[in-house]
């Protein structure tokens, strides 16, 4: 139901954007966002967005990453600024929906490395 795309290959201090389109109304999601997860680490949130448009970001993506959406074609976006090594990891889009539980859907997972 998720399609992540965007992942790849940049050098420090680059910038790479990815995208995550929903098969179906985003709207029908209480919130989307991205986690990544590097190698021996654990998965972590990276930056949300609400269906109202409030953002929420990890503190080590602060005023480098950006998190947005267009509603017309059911997709999120983040933008990513000032790549650092430490940024490589899988990038998993992600999407809840708020009813008696916390239902969480996931997308594939996109590569980014930030390397020279």
């Known amino acids: 139901q998720l399609q992540a795309s965007g992942g790849g290959l940049v050098q420090p201090g680059g910038s790479l954007g990815l995208s995550c389109e929903a098969s179906?109304?985003?709207?029908?999601?209480?919130?989307m966002g991205w986690y990544r997860q590097a190698p021996g680490k654990q998965r972590e949130l990276v930056a949300r967005i609400t269906g109202g448009t409030s953002t929420n970001y990890a503190d080590s993506v602060k005023g480098r990453f950006t998190i947005s959406r267009d509603n017309a074609k059911n997709t999120v976006y983040l933008q990513m600024n000032s790549l650092k090594p430490e940024d490589t990891a899988a990038y998993y889009c992600?999407?809840?929906?708020?009813?008696?539980?916390?239902?969480?859907?996931w997308g594939r997972g996109t590569q980014v490395t930030v390397s020279s």
């Open positions: 992600n999407a809840k929906k708020y009813t008696a539980t916390i239902v969480d859907y």
């Open positions: 179906g109304n985003i709207f029908s999601f209480n919130a």
